[in-house]
C-alpha cells in the first residue's frame, strides 16, 4: 500500500474531512478539517526524490512555515524514511510523522466498525436502506462483496487485507467526505 493511501486510510479512521487536497513538486499537501474537534490538519506527502527515500530537515521547517502561514492546528508528515535531525525537529514540534517504519496500528475491532459504516452509508446512498438480509441486495453488488470479504478477513485477524478493504470502499465514496461514527 502506498503512503498517500496510508494517509487516506489514517484520515477515514480518525473521520477527518478532506478540505482540498494540492499536488506540488515533492508531494501531496491534504488539508483536513477534524470533524470532532473542528481542526484545521495539514496532512504533508513527501515523495523524496533521493534513492534512499529520506525526508530531511528542510522539508520539517518547510511544513513549519507552511502550517503557521496558514494557520493549521495540527500536522502529519508521512515519508518513506526520515533523517535523526528531521525526527528530532517533528518531535520538538509536535508533528507526527508516519513511515515505512511507523505507521499507526488500528485495532481490528475498530477497523471493521469503520468498514462496518462505510459498507452501511454506501448502501444507503445507492440503494436507499442497508439491507437486512442478503437477498435485500440486488443483484451482484461490490459494496456487499468488499463487506464479506471484510468480515472474513476480520475473523482470520487479516489487518493488512481489511485495510484493503477500507480503501476500496473510500475508493466508492462519491462524496469523499467522512462517514460518520455511529
Known amino acids: 500500500m502506498s503512503i498517500q493511501d496510508e494517509a487516506e486510510l489514517f484520515m477515514a479512521m480518525r473521520n477527518y474531512s478532506c478540505e482540498d487536497k494540492a499536488k506540488w513538486d515533492e508531494g501531496v499537501d491534504i488539508t483536513a478539517l477534524d470533524t470532532e474537534s473542528n481542526e484545521k490538519i495539514l496532512l504533508r506527502i513527501v515523495e523524496s526524490k533521493t534513492k534512499s527515500g529520506f525526508v530531511g530537515i528542510n522539508a520539517v521547517?518547510?511544513?513549519l512555515e507552511d502550517m503557521e502561514r496558514e494557520e493549521y492546528d495540527k500536522?502529519?508528515?508521512f515519508g518513506k524514511r526520515f533523517t535523526a535531525a528531521a525526527k528530532q525537529e517533528l518531535m520538538q514540534n509536535d508533528i507526527q510523522r508516519i513511515?515505512?517504519?511507523?505507521m499507526p496500528s488500528f485495532k481490528p475491532e475498530r477497523l471493521y466498525?469503520?468498514?462496518n459504516n462505510y459498507v452501511n452509508e454506501l448502501c444507503k446512498a445507492?440503494?436507499?436502506k442497508i439491507p437486512k438480509k442478503e437477498s435485500d441486495c440486488k443483484g451482484?453488488?461490490?459494496v456487499r462483496v468488499i463487506s464479506d470479504n471484510a468480515s472474513f478477513?476480520?475473523?482470520?485477524?487479516w489487518i493488512n487485507m481489511?485495510?484493503?478493504d477500507l480503501k476500496q470502499l473510500l475508493s466508492m465514496n462519491d462524496s469523499k467526505k467522512p462517514i460518520p461514527i455511529s
Open 126 to 128: 445507492r440503494c436507499g
Open 61 to 63: 521547517r518547510k511544513m
Open 140 to 142: 451482484e453488488c461490490r
Open 153 to 157: 478477513h476480520f475473523e482470520q485477524g
Open 162 to 164: 481489511m485495510k484493503k
Open 75 to 77: 500536522g502529519f508528515l
Open 99 to 102: 513511515s515505512e517504519q511507523y
Open 113 to 115: 466498525l469503520r468498514i
